[in-house]
């Protein structure tokens, strides 16, 4: 696939301060973006300068939210290389995504030459200090002009990139997370184990109403019973009962996160045990009382390993502590430590793509 550049008269300037990037606030100079029609199928690849997309009013992203979108990191590492990190599993999910929301499927090859090139033409807007890293967010949406409810015949795939932080500003810091007990994000069958919007716009009244209340993030029960813990926002979710690391299996309803497959394969390279299964709110709340929950975290690209240090549940309040628990510490400084180039690599999970 060729792929021209289209240059910018215009380079921004980048983010001279590291430590106050933040996550997502700005993105780099360019855009990888190409366009799908029946005749043509996926079309005229190219980078072209990041600005304004000229769709029209009536396309069904924007009244039906038929769209798909990816995240993952490009980072520097330590042998004077960039790379991706398992690059080809965001691919295969996007396509499970594309699948479930109607929408054409990229050839993988393709996706992985558009992430490759976008982070090779951007490569400057990769950060430099630990913890850093060039987030890039594939995309697409549904283009149409007409109101009809049925799947679009255009699509436009793009790819935008943002310099970032470490997701917390202080540091690895236990979060408060409120178990939502009425509303629910997903239900068996639905779109839950698609990476789509919907499931984002009907989780935010939910996240505004926890934060009002001083929590950081909602965790969502299962939609029919309201009773078996299905994940955190934006990130899948783990615990450490009676020294095994539990969490949900995957049942359609949460998403198959790529850290979450990561932090389950380290666990048990170092023999910790491992069970994805159905675990109820109820469980918890007893393992806790008896003292058996001993860690609790979130797993996701952005997060990397978010610590949980109170979980709300109705009246029961279960206080995990300030500290940051131990294992959730070493999957945290075993990932980054992979990323970063600093750690062996034994599943072979990091992609080079471009001398720094
Ligand atoms: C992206 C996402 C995750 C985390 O997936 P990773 O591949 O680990 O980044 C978890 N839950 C939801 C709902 C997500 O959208």
């Not at 935008?160 to 178990?179: D, F, M, Q, T």
Request: net charge neutral; with cysteine; aromatic share 8%.
């Amino acid at each position: 696939m060729n792929i021209p550049i289209i240059r910018t008269q215009k380079p921004k300037v980048k983010p001279q301060d590291e430590s106050k990037l933040g996550f997502c606030k700005s993105f780099s100079d360019y855009m990888f973006i190409m366009e799908y029609n029946e005749k043509d199928g996926w079309h005229s690849p190219r980078v072209q300068p990041y600005g304004p997309l000229n769709i029209d009013p009536a396309s069904p992203v924007l009244h039906y939210a038929q769209e798909i979108f990816e995240g993952l990191k490009a980072y520097r590492r330590s042998d004077g290389t960039i790379g991706l990190f398992r690059p080809l599993e965001n691919a295969r999910r996007m396509n499970r995504s594309a699948e479930r929301m109607c929408i054409p499927p990229i050839d993988e090859e393709i996706q992985l030459q558009a992430m490759k090139t976008i982070v090779e033409v951007e490569k400057d807007w990769v950060p430099k200090s630990p913890g850093t890293s060039l987030y890039l967010r594939p995309t697409v949406i549904a283009e149409g002009n007409t109101l009809g409810v049925h799947a679009a015949d255009r699509y436009i795939y793009f790819i935008i990139c943002s310099p970032s932080g470490a997701y917390y500003e202080s540091g690895l810091k236990p979060v408060r997370i409120h178990i939502e007990p009425n509303y629910v994000r997903s239900v068996k069958g639905g779109t839950g184990g698609a990476k789509t919007g919907g499931n984002y716009a009907c989780s935010l009244r939910a996240a505004e109403d926890a934060k009002k209340h001083g929590f950081d993030q909602v965790l969502w029960l299962d939609g029919k019973r309201n009773r078996y813990i299905e994940e955190v926002g934006a990130m899948n979710v783990m615990f450490m009962i009676d020294g095994k690391l539990i969490t949900p299996q995957l049942s359609g309803s949460i998403l198959a996160g790529i850290t979450r497959d990561s932090v389950l394969q380290l666990a048990r390279d170092r023999g910790i045990p491992v069970e994805e299964r159905a675990i109820s709110v109820y469980e918890l709340i007893d393992a806790y009382k008896v003292g058996k929950l001993t860690e609790a975290f979130g797993t996701g690209t952005a997060a990397v390993i978010s610590p949980i240090g109170e979980l709300v549940f109705k009246d029961n309040v279960l206080n995990l502590g300030e500290d940051i628990g131990e294992v959730s510490q070493y999957m945290y400084d075993t990932l980054t430590g992979i990323q970063c180039g600093k750690l062996p690599d034994a599943h072979n999970w990091t992609m080079e793509v471009c001398k720094a």
